[in-house]
T-cell receptor, first 113, second 114 residues
Framework: GQQVMQIPQYQHVQEGEDFTTYCNSS?????IQWYKQRPGGHPVFLIQ?????EVKKQKRLTFQFGEAKKNSSLHITATQTTDVGTYFC?????????????FGKGTHLIIQP | GAGVSQTPSNKVTEKGKYVELRCDPI?????LYWYRQSLGQGPEFLIY????????DSGLPNDRFFAVRPEGSVSTLKIQRTERGDSAVYLC????????????FGPGTRLTVL
């Protein structure tokens, strides 16, 4: 079946260091979304990437979608304690909206002050 | 202007019992999803509704799981003969029209089967 792999599973960083999480799909995606889930909370949408090679930025966050539309990354510059949480990528395999999202297992970001 | 709401927030039941979990999506959102999230895992897709019909139920693990959305708004996830392995947080999400638009998640229902 469709799989979305995400690495690393855990990432410990010192506050102020950069952080990157990577997402790979076994099949070509129509689009990819990124979500953040705080401890005890629910996933909150961050961004959607649709085009091959697309790069989007949100303040300290940079999102990339691979040329083959099978991989993606999220990079956070100069992490802050508010960045703590689990970051999930979620792939959509159908451009016609016929199915739900396939989520990765997430990368847990732990920040040491 | 409320977000997605889910009730109950917590449900404890005994093995073999029947449970219903309710989701009230954002008004005007035609797409509604159910996911299941176990500790340390990402949300696992269960079923997707577009309006009143189940457009994709391929994620339902077996025939003990069933979901309805009779009027195209509120949805109920029904689990028969619950098993301990059904324990998880059940998340509901809704989106505007297309399935691959931004999904807005509810707070979830934590189901514990003893």
């Amino acid at each position: 079946g469709q799989q979305v792999m995400q690495i690393p599973q855990y990432q410990h960083v010192q506050e102020g260091e950069d952080f990157t999480t990577y997402c790979n799909s076994s099949t070509t995606l129509s689009n990819i979304q990124w979500y953040k889930q705080r401890p005890g909370g629910h996933p909150v949408f961050l961004i959607q990437l649709v085009k091959s090679g697309e790069v989007k930025k949100q303040k300290r966050l940079t999102f990339q979608f691979g040329e083959a539309k099978k991989n993606s990354s999220l990079h956070i510059t100069a992490t802050q304690t508010t960045d703590v949480g689990t970051y999930f990528c979620a792939g959509s395999h159908s451009g016609g909206g016929a199915d739900g999202l396939t989520f990765g297992k997430g990368t847990h970001l732990i920040i040491q002050p | 202007g409320a977000g997605v709401s889910q009730t109950p927030s917590n449900k404890v039941t005994e093995k073999g019992k029947y449970v219903e979990l309710r989701c009230d999506p954002i008004s005007g959102h035609t797409a509604l999803y159910w996911y299941r999230q176990s500790l340390g895992q990402g949300p696992e897709f269960l079923i997707y509704f577009q309006g009143t019909g189940a457009a994709d139920d391929s994620g339902l693990p077996n025939d003990r799981f069933f979901a309805v959305r009779p009027e195209g708004s509120v949805s109920t996830l029904k689990i028969q003969r619950t098993e301990r392995g059904d324990s998880a947080v059940y998340l509901c999400a809704s989106s505007f029209r297309r399935a691959d638009n931004e999904q807005f998640f509810g707070p979830g229902t934590r189901l514990t089967v003893l």
